[in-house]
């Protein structure tokens, strides 16, 4: 089974503090994202890295950066949090079976998310 | 922009039936469309991917259809169970760097 962990379920921060999340996949999969999810906006895709060093923008990167130096690794930082980053982060990854890039032709795994409070 | 709809915020059937949950999508037209469930607290489930020239894909009790023209996909559950009461999540995919996400219909099956 694949396996997608991250490094807390719950993280309270205060406002201006740098924050780091980690994740971690067991299955050599190549894709790995970055989400949150808000009340009555759904999911919302941060940043996601098709290769180790690879990074590309979702729909809502500001105040958000990322770092993959390991493939079963990737990690969200918030440079400086704040009160409208209090959110539920969920990391995923996905097989990258022809080499393609189209993000939406491959099923994703997700982990078990991280609340995310900052006061 | 994209816009992703899912028929209603909740669904409540009685155990045995057939749920059935809607995902409409405007101002892209997506190639692939992929349904999850997600529980409580915890992160969303693949449950099936189907594209643009399927008509229909089935895996055990779940079917799912997709409509280019009507810009629809439904998402079936025959003989509901309790344990299928859960969130599901449509997430059209049109281009190379995007799926997005409905809000989700949280299923209640009333035994």
């Known amino acids: 089974d694949v396996k997608v962990t991250q490094s807390s379920r719950y993280l309270v921060k205060r406002t201006g503090e740098k924050v780091f999340l980690e994740c971690v996949q067991d299955m050599d999969h190549e894709n790995m994202f970055w989400y949150r999810q808000d009340p009555g906006l759904g999911l919302r895709l941060i940043y996601f890295s098709y290769d180790v060093k690879m990074k590309e923008k979702g729909d809502i990167p500001e105040g958000y950066s990322v770092s993959r130096e390991k493939k079963e690794r990737f990690s969200l930082i918030l440079e400086s949090a704040s009160t409208n980053q209090t959110s539920m982060y969920l990391c995923?990854?996905?097989?990258?079976?022809?080499?393609?890039?189209?993000?939406?032709?491959?099923?994703?795994?997700f982990g078990p998310g991280t609340r995310l409070t900052v006061t | 922009s994209q816009k992703i709809e899912q028929n209603s915020e909740a669904l409540n059937i009685q155990e045995g039936k057939t749920a059935t949950l809607t995902c409409n999508y405007t101002?892209?037209?997506?190639?692939?469309l992929q349904w999850y469930r997600q529980d409580p607290g915890r992160g969303p489930v693949f449950l099936l991917l189907i594209r643009e020239n399927e008509k229909e894909k089935r895996k055990e009790r779940l079917k799912v259809t997709f409509d280019t023209t009507l810009k629809q996909s439904l998402f079936h559950i025959t003989a509901s169970q309790p344990a299928d009461s859960a969130t599901y999540l449509c997430?059209?995919?049109?281009?190379?760097?995007?799926?997005?996400f409905g809000t989700g219909t949280r299923l209640t099956v009333i035994p």
């Open positions: 101002n892209y037209s997506p190639a692939y």
């Open positions: 997430a059209p995919s049109s281009g190379a760097n995007n799926l997005f």
């Open positions: 995923a990854s996905s097989p990258h079976r022809d080499r393609g890039r189209w993000i939406g032709s491959y099923e994703q795994y």
